[in-house]
Nanobody
Framework: QVQLVESGGGLVQAGDSLRLSCAVSGRTFTSLAMAWFRQVPGKERSIVAGIDSSGGGTFYTNSVKGRFTIIRDNAKSTVYLEMNQLEPDDTAVYYC????????????????WGQGTQVTVSS
């Protein structure tokens, strides 16, 4: 069974940086497209950033372009989300997700999910 374990959330001030990590086990990591989603109470979970199984392609939601970077380390079976210039609107629970696919851009393509980690950005 594929397991995703996230870490790195916390409480920061606007303008600060955080790095989220997601360690994956149970399946060949290079067979998985990976992504980070986020969700706030009362809203649907939405994709923040994604990366192809090879690491050759990435995509971001518009609101985080230029501030967030998704990276995968295939040797460590880990995907990271580096978040810079954090804003209060980035406050959410962040989820790591995996899809058995080369590339996946939609929520319903992702079969495996982490437990979520809270990121809170104060103004």
């Amino acid at each position: 069974q594929v397991q995703l374990v996230e870490s790195g959330g916390g409480l920061v001030q606007a303008g600060d940086s955080l790095r989220l990590s997601c360690a994956v086990s149970g399946r060949t990591f290079t067979s998985l497209a990976m992504a980070w989603f986020r969700q706030v109470p009362g809203k649907e979970r939405s994709i923040v950033a994604g990366i192809d199984s090879s690491g050759g392609g990435t995509f971001y939601t518009n609101s985080v372009k230029g501030r967030f970077t998704i990276i995968r380390d295939n040797a460590k079976s880990t995907v990271y989300l580096e978040m810079n210039q954090l804003e209060p609107d980035d406050t959410a629970v962040y989820y790591c997700a995996a899809a058995v696919s080369r590339r996946a851009t939609r929520l319903n393509e992702y079969s495996y999910w982490g437990q979520g980690t809270q990121v809170t950005v104060s103004s």
